[in-house]
């Protein structure tokens, strides 16, 4: 995709350039939000005929021949209604859209909900999220920012500790719970007694943007970067103005970017030639002030031996070394494909909650950097039938050693929560080897590893009668063994569903 066409590329390092006139009208255009790969461009517009006369989201969709985004059109679908619409963010994967909406419902005063993606541009009517004890002072603005993870939601409002007007605060989603937890205040130095407003947060999860006109060197509404240097969300780096053109003496807000093109920018502003009003403006962002790479990891979720695409299931990914839930994701329904995005510096591991299922879960290393910004990986998942077999992928042992690494724990986890789930499955965990070595020293591993991984099952609670130990070493290798690779596949531990 070219992200600008080479003509309006070299304006931009120079100043900002507002969007085309088929995105831009005389009208009031703002709150953009940019679907990951910066094809898709979600908008409000005010008082526009084919409407309903308030705030209706509207969409533009990147057209190469132009090499810009192409003529906007009516979102429609039961998103909008006539009460006011507002686009806040949309998850990596495209299947779900945060926006503001008038729910007037008066068991939960939040006034967000997800609208998910039927196929092609067509939505569904937004369910309400259910944020614990929401409360924003009556009369006070709302806007919000979904984190690229889809489990963290950016808030700006007058809540609780709030220093005088909006101030920024933080929700988490619980997956287990199907809630948001109740927003954190994201502290005094990002927050002043004036107001903080339309905060984004980067694919990183650590660099937040956010716009205010409470600092010494506010000039207006002005946007601010600042860096998360902790899981507290307390402390950060001292905010800092972006430079002009990013700023301007007019307000400006509602700064964004596309999670695989972060080197444009694109923002709001009442600053305009033609007229006083909001218009949409993109302008590239220098290097200083972007944010951490990630990678994209993107894939289909099969069913193991068909390979049948398997839709609407729930991706989980963790960093095994802090044994934390990162994020989420939903397979499309019809085609069972995903996408995540995943910050480097550490092992992850991928895995599928689906019924009647049990994930191949899969673990990517990005302590370094890939030599691609994207990875394709396809998540297969086994049925859970009588005499399935299962590889664990995601066990860790040292070079020819039985002790199963601390980065193991998430899928021994797994395997104790079926079992508990499933009380009267038994199964047979087998161990492999490659065949480097003598034969009886292989043996004597294979066993030895399949029966730690037994021990961690009765020390979390599994009978031992539910529970068969078989070493097998090097006599059933799944690939050559000639290779490093091949040797790397035949090293493995399976489980084999006994009874159900």
């Known amino acids: 995709m070219r992200t600008l066409s080479a003509g309006l590329f070299w304006l931009l390092w120079a100043q900002r350039v507002p969007l085309p006139p088929y995105v831009n009208t005389p009208l009031h255009e703002s709150a953009p939000v940019l679907s990951a790969d910066g094809r898709q461009l979600f908008f409000w517009r005010l008082d526009d005929p084919i409407g309903y006369g308030a705030q209706d989201i509207f969409y533009a969709t990147w057209d190469d021949s132009l090499g810009d985004f192409g003529p906007a059109l009516h979102l429609g679908g039961g998103v909008n209604d006539p009460r006011g619409n507002i686009p806040f963010g949309i998850t990596p994967d495209g299947q779900y859209l945060l926006v503001y909406k008038e729910f007037r419902n008066p068991q939960n005063p939040c006034e967000l909900g997800f609208a998910r993606r039927l196929a092609g541009d067509l939505w569904t009517v937004p369910v309400q999220l259910r944020i614990q004890n929401f409360a924003s002072r009556s009369g006070s603005s709302l806007t919000a920012a979904l984190g690229w993870d889809g489990r963290t939601l950016l808030l700006s409002m007058n809540g609780p500790n709030a220093l005088g007007g909006e101030d920024l605060y933080v929700s988490f989603y619980d997956p287990e719970k199907r809630l948001w937890s109740e927003p954190r205040w994201l502290g005094p130095l990002l927050n002043s007694p004036a107001d903080e407003v339309t905060p984004f947060l980067a694919p990183d999860g ?196 039985s002790t199963l690494q601390p980065e193991s724990r998430l899928e021994l986890e797994r395997l104790a929560w079926l079992l508990s789930d499933r009380p009267t499955m038994r199964i047979e965990i087998l161990g492999h080897t490659d065949s480097t070595g003598l034969f009886e020293k292989n043996m004597e591993l294979s066993w030895r590893r399949a029966h730690a991984v037994a021990q961690y099952l009765k020390a979390r609670g599994v009978s031992p009668d539910r529970l068969q130990i078989r070493a097998l070493g090097p006599t059933h290798p799944v690939a050559d063994n000639r290779t490093p690779e091949g040797r790397a596949k035949n090293r493995r531990v399976e489980f084999r569903i006994l009874s159900l």
């Not at 860096?227 to 807000?253: C, F, G, I, K």
């Not at 923002?267 to 403006?281: A, M, P």
């Not at 673990?363 to 299962?390: F, H």
Request: no cysteine; hydrophobic share 35%; glycine share 8%.
């Open 206 to 401: 650590i660099t937040l943007y956010f716009s205010t006109n409470g600092r010494p060197d506010s000039k207006g509404q002005d946007i601010y970067v600042a860096r998360r240097l902790d899981e507290s969300w307390q402390r950060w780096t001292l905010p800092q103005r972006l430079p002009e053109p990013l700023n301007s003496s007019a307000d400006d807000y509602y700064f964004k970017f596309a999670a695989l093109h972060p080197e444009v920018a694109y923002l709001v502003s009442t600053d305009s030639i033609e007229r006083w009003g909001r218009q949409i403006y993109r302008v590239l962002l220098p290097e200083a002030y972007r944010p951490r790479p990630v990678v994209v990891v993107e894939g289909r979720v099969l069913e193991q031996g068909t390979q049948r695409p398997i839709g609407g299931t729930e991706i989980r990914y963790y960093d095994l070394a802090q044994n934390t839930l990162e994020g989420t994701a939903v397979s499309d329904p019809a085609t069972g494909e995903y996408r995540v995005l995943l910050p480097l510096g550490a092992i992850y591991g991928i895995l599928v909650q689906n019924p009647g299922y049990f994930s191949l879960s899969e673990y990517i290393d990005l302590r370094q950097a890939p030599a691609k910004a994207s990875l394709k990986k396809d998540i297969e998942v086994a049925p859970l039938l009588v005499g399935t077999v299962i590889r664990l992928n995601g066990l860790f042992f040292a070079s020819g050693d």
